[in-house]
């Protein structure tokens, strides 16, 4: 291969045989319109037809442009991006699903707002044709779910054509994380997001991997991945009952010396009801105790960076004061 690419694309490909035709007749034409070093990274993700077949002809096609990675078996989506994250050489790194669903003639919109300054590009598909109602409202709700409990804006996580820097890639690299949602962790890290809106087309051909079931375990991942919330809900749930509970009995124990005569007073320490509210109280606190420690431990074997340095000003031999840096200069602009 000759010089390394400013751009780099990568594809996940599980069982595509229908559509990589069309995919590499469109998506070639697109890349070499960009006048920018380009490379792209298809990932077999163990597809059992002859998509593996179709990559290496077209390796060999475009064997100045093309990688391609094969996978022993099917790992998922996710972690097709992740290879092709670990073997990227450009600057830029653009996903695509290999479907024709995120047209590759928008790529050079990511580019564009890429090149004005941001760090982190998602998309908007421009209108979901095709796509039953009920998995549109579905999808809105869990967005908002998902805003109120991670702070991961994205209006449409679905939409897999995405731009990121290399140092997001770096940094997404980096963790060690066993089931993530690329985009979410890769804004995690973003210094200056945005969004732009692209067509969107049906399925060129062939059939989604994806089931209701996988969709709903995605949003779990989503929500499990980048939040504690569910945990501690349940920790603050145990404490308001047992707090709820043991005030609710001390009340009443004072009510009731109060009231009535001593021994009837004392034999009603021990009403079951409320005994059995309070330790269920504590039950559940207990449980929440758990999870807290457990949020710890996940916290910890995820092992994301722990924070995303910006960069650092200081001045040395190399740019005594007075010299004026450049970069740092246009950067400050
Ligand atoms: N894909 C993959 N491994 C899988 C499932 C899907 O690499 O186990 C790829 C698939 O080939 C496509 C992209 O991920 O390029 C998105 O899949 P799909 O279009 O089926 O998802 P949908 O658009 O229905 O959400
Ligand atoms: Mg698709």
Not at 29 to 54: C, H, K, M, Q, W
Not at 187 to 206: D, I, L
Not at 220 to 236: A, E, H, I, W, Y
Request: with cysteine.
């Amino acid at each position: 291969m000759s010089a390394p690419p400013v751009l780099s694309v990568v594809i996940p490909v599980y069982n595509e045989e229908a559509v990589l035709g069309e995919l590499f007749a469109r998506l070639y034409p697109a890349l070499d319109a960009l006048a920018t070093a380009y490379e792209v990274i298809f990932v077999n993700d163990g597809s059992r037809d002859r998509s593996p077949a179709l990559l290496l002809d077209q390796q060999q096609r475009r064997a100045d442009v093309t990688r391609v990675i094969l996978f022993s078996g099917n790992f998922g989506q996710h972690s097709a991006i992740l290879a092709g994250f670990a073997h990227v050489r450009g600057e830029i790194i653009v996903t695509l699903d290999a479907d024709l669903q995120n047209p590759p003639e928008e790529i050079h919109k990511l580019l564009a707002a890429y090149r004005e300054g941001h760090d982190y590009v998602g998309s908007i598909r421009d209108l979901r044709r095709g796509d039953a109602w009920w998995r549109g409202a579905a999808s809105k709700l869990l967005n908002r779910i998902r805003e109120r409990t991670t702070r991961i804006k994205m209006t449409d996580q679905g939409c897999m054509l995405r731009a990121y820097s290399r140092r997001i890639i770096d940094l997404v690299n980096q963790t060690r994380e066993v089931r993530t949602f690329i985009p979410a962790l890769a804004y995690t890290f973003a210094m200056n997001p945005t969004e732009v809106v692209v067509a969107h087309a049906e399925r060129a051909a062939g059939e989604s991997k994806y089931s209701v079931y996988q969709l709903l375990r995605l949003n779990f991942d989503l929500m499990t991945g980048f939040s504690l919330v569910p945990l501690q809900m349940f920790s603050l749930l145990g404490m308001a009952v047992a707090i709820g509970s043991a005030l609710t009995y001390l009340g009443l124990i004072a009510y009731r010396l109060l009231t009535l005569p001593p021994w009837d007073a004392f034999k009603a320490l021990f009403d079951r009801d409320i005994l059995e509210f309070f330790l269920i109280g504590m039950v559940l606190f207990g449980l929440g105790l758990v999870g807290e420690y457990v949020g710890r431990i996940y916290l910890q074997v995820r092992d994301r960076p722990r924070y995303v340095i910006d960069r650092v000003v200081e001045t040395t031999a190399e740019f005594p004061p007075g010299a004026t840096d450049i970069t740092s200069a246009s950067h400050l602009a």
